[in-house]
């Protein structure tokens, strides 16, 4: 059981790893070819979309992660067909509002460039919010190999649609927004065409769950997500006001999560809610979800903790490669925000939905959210300085996490020192610190000055080899990992 899982979780970090590289390869081209202001005001478009999504799409994109395992996969079709109809129908309004409400949007952002911009974005949402909850569907049935098809192939499609008329025509973000209304259309027909996939072999019948039904489950979720947003969305809104779209560009390039981290953290997210789902719906014994964390839990940091360490270590280098050194000063938002990975790997959110605690996990995220804007705000007053925006972030964050933490283990009835393997954990980030000194002493010693590129992939083969070789007289199982994903391609 654990091995398919993990088979199925390397599917999903594969697909969202893919979507994260090709979408740093997007920037990372667009900020070469774009002036800061034009990049910047790229940047705050996604930044409007990804904000208001949360709205629009009300939760529902969860919905089928919750109910499916619940009910047969005949009746399954009848749920997916029916959360999809009410997706498109949010993203209607979603397309309306834009439009309409693009001037006064870019007055509030203190960018007149936006209206026009936010009107030719306009017609993306209704394009995209159907295509949304591809993972719930796949990850339920065990097919999870469909959500790396459907990412890697859309955002393949984006990235071209996207780069080539900039590339070819004018270096205007305008043209780039025109290439993303044709990708948005193709990825809901694929979209359309893959979440019939499941249910192909199978006699569709009428499921019995009502709208209410749907909406009683996803309403808290979109309170809780909507006071999600808001937390991402403080720092965002008072560094693009306040310090201006230039500032905001480097902001946006630098206040990213590694990758890697994204990509494993979200994959034990998506395989997770279904299984935890399914268990208190059969009411298991407590004592196997807090196995099944535990046990995620300690993968999650013997991966995520080496990666971390080496990202912080080699900052400066990763941010020149992907950005130029036009974006130096994005290297110190980057380091700030990296520290929250430390923490970020014990992942709350599906054992909350699971076992119905919406309401606390909304209640949470209210009170952090209005700790954002309202520290936020005496922040920009006192210091005057992005990078104590950025500080503020990364400690709400850090605080919510530790919170969450503290009310799982008081539910559970159990210490928190029996709840998370600390002794592993600081032996992982001993040890990944232990190798990344002997790499630096290794490469300022041995390697003359070279090219950022070449340096950077010396020094993570470097650390890769002597981290998998020393890990043994340690009795750190690299390999329990690796091995059921390794016995998947040579079967």
């Known amino acids: 059981m654990q091995k398919n899982n993990t088979i199925q979780a390397f599917w999903v970090a594969l697909s969202t790893f893919s979507s994260l590289a090709l979408s740093i390869v997007s920037v990372a081209i667009l900020s070469r070819h774009l002036s800061k202001v034009d990049y910047g005001s790229y940047r705050q478009i996604v930044y409007v979309y ?52 693009s001037g006064l949007i870019a007055q509030v952002l203190k960018n ?11 017609p993306i949402p209704m394009l995209l919010l159907p295509t949304l909850g591809i993972e719930g569907i796949f990850a339920t049935y065990k097919k999870t190999i469909y959500i790396t098809i459907f990412t890697v192939s859309t955002r393949i499609v984006t990235l071209i649609c996207i780069l080539v008329p900039v590339l070819l025509f004018d270096k205007s973000y305008i043209y780039a927004l025109y290439g993303w209304n044709i990708a948005s259309l193709l990825s809901l027909i694929l979209a359309i065409y893959l979440k019939r996939i499941p249910f192909a072999e199978f006699k569709a019948e009428k499921s019995n769950l009502k709208l209410k039904e749907i909406f009683s489950y996803s309403l808290p979720l979109l309170t809780a997500s909507l006071w999600g947003t808001a937390i991402k969305a403080a720092d965002q809104f ?5 310090f201006g779209a230039e500032i905001f560009a480097e902001f946006s390039n630098g206040f990213i999560e590694i990758p890697f981290v994204i990509m494993i953290t979200g994959a034990t ?13 059969e009411n298991i014994d407590i004592e196997e ?9 300690n993968k999650s940091a013997m991966i995520i903790y080496p990666m971390v360490i080496f990202f912080l270590f080699y900052s400066k280098d990763i941010i020149t490669i992907l950005y130029s050194n036009k974006y130096s000063n994005s290297v110190k938002y980057f380091q700030i925000n ?17 076992m119905g605690k919406t309401k606390f996990y909304s209640k949470l995220h209210m009170y952090i959210a209005l700790a954002a804007w309202g520290l936020g705000y005496l922040t920009v007053t006192i210091f005057n300085s992005p990078f104590s925006i950025a500080i503020l972030s990364v400690s709400l964050n ?13 539910i559970f009835q159990i210490q928190i020192t029996k709840l998370i393997p600390f002794k592993k954990i600081g032996l992982y980030i001993i040890h990944s610190l232990f190798v990344i000194v002997i790499v630096r002493i290794i490469s300022l010693a041995l390697l003359p000055p070279l090219n950022p590129f070449i340096y950077l992939t010396f020094s993570l083969l470097s650390f890769i080899i002597i981290l998998l070789s ?12 690796i091995k059921p994903i390794f016995e998947k391609f040579t079967k």
């Open 50 to 101: 990804s904000t208001l999504l949360v709205i629009f799409s009300a939760g529902l994109p969860s919905v089928f992660s919750y109910f499916l395992p619940r009910y047969t996969i005949q009746e399954g079709k009848d749920i997916v067909l029916k959360v999809t109809k009410i997706l498109f129908i949010g993203g209607v309004f979603f397309s309306i509002f834009l439009f309409s409400f």
């Open 112 to 122: 007149p460039e936006l209206s026009l911009g936010l009107k030719i974005f306009a």
């Open 238 to 242: 008072y560094i693009s006001r306040y």
């Open 269 to 281: 997210a998506t395989i997770l809610l279904p299984i935890f789902s399914k268990m208190f719906h």
């Open 289 to 297: 979800f807090v196995l099944t964390w535990k046990n995620v839990l």
């Open 338 to 354: 990296i520290f929250q990975n430390f923490f970020n790997i014990i992942i709350f959110a599906p054992l909350l939905f699971a």
């Open 398 to 410: 850090i605080l919510k996490i530790g919170v969450a933490f503290i009310f799982i283990s008081r």
């Open 470 to 481: 020393s890990a043994l007289p340690l009795k750190i199982d690299y390999m329990a990992i």
